[in-house]
């Protein structure tokens, strides 16, 4: 199976338990997200990829998304409490 370089395979691989944290912003205002994705990335996704599957993040996003949260859908990062919660639940995200 093909990763595209997110994953590396080779004898005596081992994996860390917990997954590493992003901490990240991807889109930090209205015009950004916008520009980011119908400017920037979609002019650089080679087709011949695109028809292969990878590069789909955005495939749901148009020209009317709103990349705006409302203060009362965000919550406090406790990194402690989100790597406690990765190590007892690996796959699933943590609860808002």
Same mark, same amino acid.
């Given at each position: 199976m093909c990763s595209g370089g997110h994953s590396v395979e080779f004898a005596g691989k081992r994996v860390y338990p917990i997954p590493f944290l992003l901490k990240h912003c991807p889109v930090s205002s209205q015009d950004h997200g916008l520009r980011k #994705?119908?400017?920037e990335w979609y002019t650089r996704f080679d087709l011949e990829e695109r028809a292969?599957?990878?590069? #789909?993040?955005?495939?749901? #996003?148009?020209?009317n998304t709103s990349f705006i949260v409302c203060a009362e859908q965000l919550r406090l990062f406790d990194e402690n409490a989100t790597k406690t919660h990765l190590l007892c639940h690996p796959l699933k995200p943590p609860l808002k």
């Open positions: #994705i119908f400017k292969a599957g990878w590069h #789909i993040q955005y495939d749901l #996003i148009n020209q």
